[in-house]
Structures are given as C-alpha cells and as structure tokens.
C-alpha cells in the first residue's frame, strides 16, 4: 500500500504557468478527478470573494457583486488515459506533459482569475468540472446543467478549451449514422445463389466520395461540414457470400443547420438505404451577433475563427447563452501522447482575460 | 476421470447405415482423431488380403493383386465442431447427426467395400484419413502426397464427398486477395485535411458488382467461377477519417485456369489497386476424357456434374490422378448443425461401387 499523503495544495498565488504544473502532476484520468476536485476546492474556499458550489467533482465558484452583465468561465479537470507522458516537463518555452494542452492551462488560468479579481467588472461563475473526456452521460457540465441550470446562466460563456489563444467561435455539430446494406448468405462456390451485401455497399461509398461539402457563412465565419465513412465491417467468413455490410457514417454540420435538419440530409443523402441514426449532438451558433460575444472577440484582439470540432459550447448554447472557445494550446495537439503548450499561450490568457475582466 | 473405456469396436460385417452410425458415434473433431483412427485400423486389420499403412491419423489399405488399373477410393475421417447435434439419431429413412453427411455415410461405404470385397476387378487403394475440415497445414491427403506419393498413385481417384451419390466431376479452384485502399488520417471535423481510405473502396465494390461470371463448358460441364467480397474492413475510431480499408475477394475459379492465371485475372480486374494474394489452391479438371474416368460416370448412371466447391480431388489431379466427387448426402447440409443422410443414398453408393469392383 502507498503510505497515507498529505492532500496536495495549489498555490494560487503562484505564476500560472507553475499552477498548471502543479495541475499537471494531479493525475485525473476521467472517472478519477476525486483528488484534482478536493484540491481545486479547497484552493477556492480560501477566498471569500467566492460562492462554492460541488457536484461531484464538478466545483462552481460565483462571485455575486450584482453587476449587470455574469460571463461563464469553464474548463475541464480531466484528461484521457496517461500514455508515459507525466510528470510535466520544462523544456525552453514549452511545459510538456498530459493534460498541459487539453486542457489544465486554461484551468490554471480559470483559477488564476478566481483568485485575484475580487471586484470584476462583471459577474463571473467559474466551472472547473469533470468528466468531459469520456462518454456524455459522466460529463460534469451536462450534468450540473440538469442538476443547477441557474448556475449556468449568463449572457455570455468562455470554454477554455485549447485554441491557440484565439477566439473560435460557436462549434459544428456531429452526428453518425449506420448505413445497413443486405443480402443473402450463399456458399461462395456457389455465389450467385446469394446476394452480396457488401458488393451492395459499393453506391454507399461512390455516395459519399461524390459529396460536395457545404462551407456556410455564418457571423462573418466560414463552417465547413464534412460526411465521412469512419468505420466499414462485413463478413460471416472466407467462404460465404456476406448478407450484411454496415458503413458508419459521421457528419460535421455547421451549427446553421439543427440536429433535425443535419439527420434529414443524411437519410436523403443516402436514400434508398437503411439509415439508423446512432448518435447525435447539436452544433453552436457563433453567437458575435451578441453584444457580450462581440466586445469579447475585440478584447482578444487579433482573427476570430470557427470552431469546427464539437465542444461543450454547444451546451451553453442550447441554454441560449452565446459561448466561444478560447484557451491556450494547439488544439491539433490534444490527446497526442506528445501534448505541450507554449507557456506565453497561457500567460497571454491569463492577461487578456484579467484586462477584460477589470477593465 | 473417465473410467478408462474400452477402444470402441467397429463391425464391417453389419450393413453399412449402422457402421455409419457407429462411425458417427466416435466423436472425431479435427485434431482429434486418435479414437477414430484407431478403430478404423483395428477393424481393417482383421482382413488378410488389405496390406495396412498409417501416417498420424491416416490409415491406408491396399489390395495388391496386380490388377491393370489402380484406384483409390477415399475419404475424411474428421468432422468439424460438434454443435449439439450427437449422437447419431435415426428418423424415418434418414441418419441425423454430425457427420452423417460429411462424410462418414461415405466412410462407411469404404470400410465395407475394404472389408468385403477381397478380390476386386481393379486394384483398389482405400484411404481413410485426417484433418480434411481445417488448415490445409494438417490435411492427411497433402501429408501422404508428401510422404508417401507411392501410396497415391493411380489411374483414377474417387473422392466420396458428398455428392447426393452423383458423380460430380473436377473441382473449382479458390484464391483469396487482399485489396487495399489507403488515405490519410484525419480528425473528421477537419475531414479536409485527411483522404478518405474507405471512400476509395467503393470503386473495388463497384467493380465486383458489375462483374460477369464466366461459365465456361469444359468435358461438357458448365462450371460457374465467382468473384466475391468475402469481408470488408476499415475504421480507426468514430471521429478519424480513416487512412486503410481491406476488402478481402474470394475468386472461384473454373479449372481451365491455373492458380497463376487466376492470380492474374484478379490483378487486372482490380487494376489500379494494391493486391496481395493470402491463399490459393487449384482447381481439377474433370478428367472425364480419362477412360478410367468415363467408364466409372457410365457404372454410376445418372447425369454427371461440375463441382463447384473445392474438394481433396484437386490433390489427385495436381498428381496426374483423374478424380471425381461421388458419396452419399446433400453437399448443401455439409458443416449444418442439422446434417443428415438418406440411408438410402449411403446404400445406393456401396450397391455401385461394389457392381463397378466385381462385374
């Protein structure tokens, strides 16, 4: 057995970048954020500035001096499995290591700025929340949006997720379906006594190297969707005509479409076939109509970009709160064994945000 | 522990339905046919004029009167997995049971026309042998045409396969491909950046379904070759565009061609594409312009018919040896969980083979 340690203690005080080594080093793989939760917690409940909230280890901290305007600043505890790549390492300008990218400098940051504005010009709930990593059923923000909608509520919402510490705006949605061919098993000595399935599958794919993707202008953004083939499986065995192919099918939709429209293009895309849906999540408008968006993204200074992946932003927005992406970090970079962050990236957010905020 | 049991007892002097049902009754999955080898030896041992060889599992008997024509008359000792379908269960005039069919009412057959018909019109060389339904690696036909190829030579082979007690002539050939697409990954919501490698499938499938089968006549038997998708695969995970998709071909060949010329028909057929060949075995002509041949199809009656699944009789013809299909059951029950036999049929063989061995 280990022997029994002291639980670790975050320095708050400290510079962001030695606050997201010390985040680095508190391992939480999904499902284990116990530690990383307790420790964000009781790092939070030294300032009385701050209302605390915990469900599970998801942790809340408000501040509530009335202002007009409340902004949602939130980040992710966990990160995927560790793969050899921890404890974090210094090397130059660049703090290697899991999790540095994806996404515990832009939680550094978050408790950075809990920390250290009392009197911000507007209202701010943090979220530091877990889970997000894994299957959406465990995910703390759409947990907690079930649990305590009021704690979401805001005008305007920042996921600082990793983005370059850019301002990516809204998010694509993402769908998959499972396009089902048949036939009839036969022995393949004797094929055309069957029907084969797979041979069937062929105008799925011709469908789908044929399709022309839709690139929509939205707020001033260019989306751009995509309809793909990411798995293929058919067969009973070496010696038999096959009776079923499946091909399934993942659709990025830009967030001007619904989940409803983005599923009937699919289901006439591929008409004629059996088309099951399996899995779907709404896009998120970019929201820089809205005057909190628009003065955030010129605060940041510098292009505005659409998000192309999905985030949790979608789920603010399904609350109605416009929400963007900004975080420090090369997005390209998250779940790559090799994950690191250039350590001015997340100086830089730190600093943008405290101007923002005090300003 | 089993109580140690006696070696099960074969009795070639009963009628052939029951030595079929003893034989049925000795449960000889492959790899595991000592039991059954055992017996079948013992039981042949006791005939004087049968000159006995055994290799592993393979039992060879042999009159050696000096006859002008040799011929051998085999068949397979093993059965493919049991699957609730033991022991032997008769009903009306037919013999339920693994192995009824494929092929121990045809072993049965060949014991009793070893045991009981000691001075034949043509030399006779009866094999008895091992491991025919896996691994080509195991069969005791390949084995005993490396060993001892003495032991194989004829002037005519019959095979006592299933074959409803019709002669069916020759055999098709079978190889199978690998056709390989590549692409280059990407995240599916930056599918741009990536080359979809199932995509490029679809121009494989679409080749396979316009295929034309060529059914070319050959000894005046129509065989039907076949070109079919036996299994498709490809896939790294939901949100990846995949960079490999392998769709396995299985080609069933007529026997006019070689394996080198199959080979090459596939590699045109899919021009353009990465084709790696994984296995291969050839096909038999029918030989029924061997006069050894003719006179059995005329002894038997009856239409004579192409075989279009691969059989051991491509073992003899690769060794000169003309080779038919001719045994009791419905090729189309081989390897069913409900296999059976109409006793009749099993009668009907050993009636022709022992008038085509003594008149």
Redesign the interface.
């Known amino acids: 057995m280990d022997p029994v340690q002291a639980p670790v203690r975050l320095d708050l005080t400290t510079d962001v970048v030695t606050l997201t080594e010390q985040l680095v080093n508190i391992e939480s793989v999904s499902r284990d954020e116990q530690e990383i939760a307790d420790a964000v917690e009781a790092a939070l409940a030294a300032y009385p500035h701050l209302t605390l909230t915990r469900r599970g280890h998801t942790i809340v901290a408000r501040t509530d001096l009335g202002r007009d305007e409340r902004v949602v600043i939130a980040g992710h505890l966990d990160t995927v499995p560790v793969n050899d790549n921890l404890p974090a390492r210094r090397e130059g300008g660049v703090l290697h290591g899991l999790g540095t990218c994806d996404m515990k400098g832009g939680d550094a940051v978050i408790l950075r700025l809990a920390a250290t504005v009392p009197e911000p010009n507007r209202d701010v709930t943090f979220i530091l929340y877990e889970a997000e990593e894994i299957e959406a059923v465990h995910n703390g923000l759409r947990l907690l949006a079930e649990s305590d909608p009021d704690l979401m509520a805001a005008d305007f919402a920042i996921l600082m997720e990793p983005s370059d510490a850019l301002v990516e705006a809204g998010c ?1 949605g ?1 769908l ?1 379906v499972d396009v089902r061919t048949t036939g009839e098993r036969a ?6 006594r069957g029907v ?1 399935a ?9 469908r ?2 044929g399709y022309d ?1 839709r690139r929509p202008v939205i707020d001033g953004l260019e989306y ?1 969707e ?17 009776d079923e ?1 499946v ?2 099918v ?1 659709f ?1 939709f830009a967030p001007d479409r619904s989940e409803a429209e983005a599923e009937a293009f699919v289901r006439e895309f591929f008409d004629g076939f059996d088309v099951a849906l399996t ?1 779907s999540a709404p896009g998120a408008l970019p929201g820089l109509d809205r005057p909190a968006a628009r003065a955030f993204a010129e605060a940041v200074g510098g292009p505005v970009k659409p998000k ?3 985030t949790d932003v979608a789920r603010f927005s399904a609350l109605g709160v416009p929400a963007v992406n900004f975080g420090p970090g090369d997005p ?1 970079l998250a779940h790559k064994q090799e994950e690191h962050v250039a350590m001015e990236q997340i100086e830089r957010c730190e600093q943008t945000l405290r101007r923002w905020l005090t300003t």
């Not at 022995?187 to 055309?192: E, G, L, N, Y």
């Not at 797979?198 to 011709?206: D, K, M, P, W, Y």
């Open positions: 694509q993402t998959r022995h393949s000595a004797r094929s055309w084969n797979i041979h069937r599958a062929g105008e799925v794919l011709r789908l190297e993707a751009h995509g309809l793909n083939a990411v798995a293929v499986r058919g067969g009973v065995a070496g010696n038999v005509v096959p192919c091909v399934e993942n990025r899995d192309f992946g999905w390209m």
